[in-house]
């Protein structure tokens, strides 16, 4: 009965781990916002922490393209 109860416990303990991590895993992706795919799929436009950043659709380095305290 010990051994049933310390287990339930673990599985417990873990599954708020789980849960708390998915939380702030969600908080920290909200800042990248509003994606765009341009017309010829080449370039990607999206918003992040306010301002507009542009990336090659295959990868690579992000270029910001505006700087402003207020949101873009």
Do not use: N
Not at 20 to 36: C, F, H, M, N, Q
Not at 45 to 67: E, H, M, N
């Amino acid at each position: 009965m010990r051994l049933k109860t310390t287990v339930s416990g673990a599985v417990c303990f873990v599954a708020v781990l789980v849960a708390a991590g998915t939380v702030v895993a969600s908080e920290t992706a909200l800042w990248l916002r509003y994606p765009e795919i341009s017309p010829g799929g080449e370039t990607i436009v999206f918003s992040y922490r306010g301002d507009l950043w542009r990336v090659p659709s295959a990868g690579g380095q992000a270029i910001q393209l505006t700087v402003h305290e207020a949101h873009e």
